[in-house]
């Protein structure tokens, strides 16, 4: 029925939405559409939504009036978070014909009988305490694959809908997660990015997320997998140690801080102090050579003087730290942090979003020069950038070097040259990986 009709997909927010949208492609894929640019004109418009921030949010509606100007007849559909929160406000918005919950979104096939446009728009949609568990991985999109192993929390963060977008914490069997990963290895991937919402909760029986990373250990046709973001308190010495034993376990971690006050820590609800965080971070750049260490960091929650920002921004500047996500707090509706007291001018939050931005760059800088004129393993990915090709190192420095086809998508020994301008290291090629 729908054999030569073209699919476009646009994916906001996390690796995981990556995922699933890339799952979903597949699956139309083998119903007969042909996947085509989300800028060309298209029979159906795919659209896997996060709703993290107010931003998120906006940025959603943003791209479904998009979707409609490139094709008004165009059938589009939106899945992902802001679908499962918020399926009535989707379904009120000129253009859209159908609203996926988080049970729903991989029943597309199913679900799309026609591509004929109706006045009434069908939503899709669940009950958070019965969503299934459906596995997923990205191929063909980038030069990594990011494959889900977990999905849902049980935290209780309250400044955060997720587990209201997705439910509570399950998982795939670590048998499924290693086929999946021989998968991407026949497709000639060489990274893998392990990615669910909370994947160190990771549980397959009595099995938990070190058992699952030493089994993926020992795929031959995979070259390199990174860990995801893995909450602090959720590092064991067996994770630490077997990434800082493997060839293929990246020296990367990326690991929520969220803020660098215990008042404020402890307002969240997160399940760590700083004494703990600190520790962790300082005996992974101890023990781990050159690694790599990033961090999120919320500013503006409610009840965050000017001395508790203060004390997340020394902290930090204390810390063997090589980046930040750095997040301004959006209240979210449905979430306790909404009735706290004491709130956080907008003004306020971007200023201090502004420091810690600036903070980054100043970690990122110093970090890029602690490696300069050393070499390192890189993978390459394959678009020509005015003649660069760019990639990223072992220890997620980004790097380019001139363009050549026979260097895309491999693994290459590379010596870092400088740091250009634009804040990117120059690399040369040394000897084959």
Do not use: W
Not at 309 to 318: A, G, H, Q, R, V
Request: hydrophobic content about 35%; aromatic content about 8%.
């Amino acid at each position: 029925m729908f054999k030569g009709k073209k699919a476009a997909f646009y994916t906001l927010g996390c690796k995981l939405n990556f995922s699933e949208t890339s799952t979903i492609g597949r699956q139309l894929s083998a119903c007969g559409f042909i996947k085509t640019d989300f800028e060309k004109p298209a029979d159906l418009y795919v659209i896997n939504t996060c709703s993290v921030t107010e931003n998120a949010n906006r940025e959603c509606r943003r791209i479904i009036r998009k979707a409609k100007n490139n094709s008004p007849s165009a059938f589009i559909v939106v899945t992902g978070c802001f679908a499962q929160l918020k399926p009535k406000e989707l379904a009120d918005i000129k253009g859209v014909d159908m609203v996926l919950g988080a049970n729903d979104k991989f029943n597309l096939p199913k679900l799309l009988t026609n591509l004929e446009k109706n006045t009434e728009v069908q939503v899709h949609g669940c009950e958070i305490d019965k969503l299934n568990y459906f596995s997923s991985y990205s191929l063909n999109d980038r030069t990594r694959s990011f494959l889900k192993i977990q999905d849902g929390c049980n935290y209780p963060c309250t400044y955060c809908t997720i587990p209201l977008a997705r439910g509570k914490s399950r998982c795939d069997s670590i048998e499924n997660i290693i086929a999946s990963a021989k998968n991407i290895g026949s497709r000639g991937v060489k990274e893998i990015v392990i990615t669910g919402v909370n994947i160190g909760d990771f549980k397959d029986k009595n099995r938990g997320f070190s058992s699952l990373i030493n089994e993926l250990d020992k795929i031959d046709s995979i070259e390199r997998y990174r860990i995801s973001s893995i909450e602090p308190n959720l590092i064991t010495e067996e994770i630490m140690e077997l990434v800082k034993n493997s060839k293929k376990f990246m020296p990367h971690f990326h690991i929520p801080l969220q803020s660098g006050s215990d008042i404020i820590l402890g307002k969240m609800k997160r399940r760590y102090q700083t004494k703990l965080y600190r520790n962790k971070v300082d005996r992974i750049s101890r023990e781990i050579k050159d690694v790599c260490i990033g961090a999120d960091v919320i500013v503006g929650f409610p009840g965050e003087t000017d001395e508790e920002f203060n004390k997340t921004l020394n902290f930090i500047k204390d810390l063997p730290i090589s980046y930040l996500h750095v997040f301004s707090y959006s209240e979210r509706e449905n979430t306790p942090a909404t009735k706290f007291d004491n709130k956080v001018t907008k003004k306020i939050k971007a200023e201090r979003s502004k420091k810690l931005r600036i903070l980054s760059k100043k970690l990122q800088n110093a970090f890029y020069k602690k490696h300069l004129h050393t070499k390192h393993s890189a993978l390459f990915e394959q678009d020509n950038h005015n003649g660069m090709l760019y990639g990223f190192t072992d220890n997620y420095i980004k790097i380019k070097a001139p363009f050549n086809q026979q260097i895309c998508k491999t693994k290459q020994k590379v010596k870092l040259l400088e740091i250009d301008t634009d804040g990117i290291m120059k690399a040369e090629l040394t000897t084959t990986n």
